[in-house]
C-alpha cells in the first residue's frame, strides 16, 4: 500500500501562485507514475499534470500548461505542482495520485492510490 498526503492548498487571488506537495510513505518503490488532478464542484475529476518516476516524461492538460509545473523529488518520496497565474476557474480540490504503471497518458483509472485533497480558492 501506498499513502499520499496533499498540503499547501489554500485562498489566493487571482494572478497569485501556489505551490502543493504530495508526500508518500508505504511501498513508494512500487510507484512509477504521479499525478494531480482536480476536482470542482458539480464537475467532474478531470486530469492536471503527470510526471514519471525520472521526472523525465511529464504531461499537462491544455488548460493548465505554461502556468502550471508538475515535479519530484525521489528522495523526499514528495511530488509538487507550482501553480502560477492562478485563474478563478483552476478553484477546486485538487488530489495527487499515485501508479505502478507507466501511466503519464492515461485517465484516473490507471491510478490505484489517492489522497484525501487539499482545497484551492483563487479569487476574482
Known amino acids: 500500500q501506498v499513502q499520499l498526503v496533499e498540503s499547501g492548498g489554500g485562498l489566493v487571488q487571482a494572478g497569485g501562485s501556489l505551490r502543493l506537495s504530495c508526500a508518500s510513505s508505504?511501498?513508494?518503490?512500487?510507484?512509477?507514475?504521479m499525478a494531480w488532478f482536480r476536482q470542482a464542484p458539480g464537475k467532474e475529476r478531470e486530469f492536471v499534470a503527470t510526471i514519471s518516476w525520472n521526472g523525465g516524461n511529464t504531461n499537462y492538460a491544455d488548460s493548465v500548461k505554461g502556468r502550471f509545473t508538475i515535479s519530484r523529488a525521489n528522495v523526499k518520496n514528495t511530488v509538487y505542482l507550482q501553480m502560477n497565474s492562478l485563474k478563478p476557474e483552476d478553484t477546486a480540490i485538487y488530489y495527487c495520485?499515485?501508479?505502478?504503471?507507466?501511466?503519464?497518458?492515461?485517465?484516473?483509472?490507471?491510478?490505484?492510490?489517492w489522497g484525501q485533497g487539499t482545497q484551492v480558492t483563487v479569487s476574482s
Open positions: 495520485a499515485a501508479s505502478p504503471l507507466f501511466a503519464v497518458y492515461s485517465g484516473p483509472g490507471a491510478f490505484d492510490y
Open positions: 508505504g511501498r513508494t518503490s512500487s510507484v512509477y507514475t
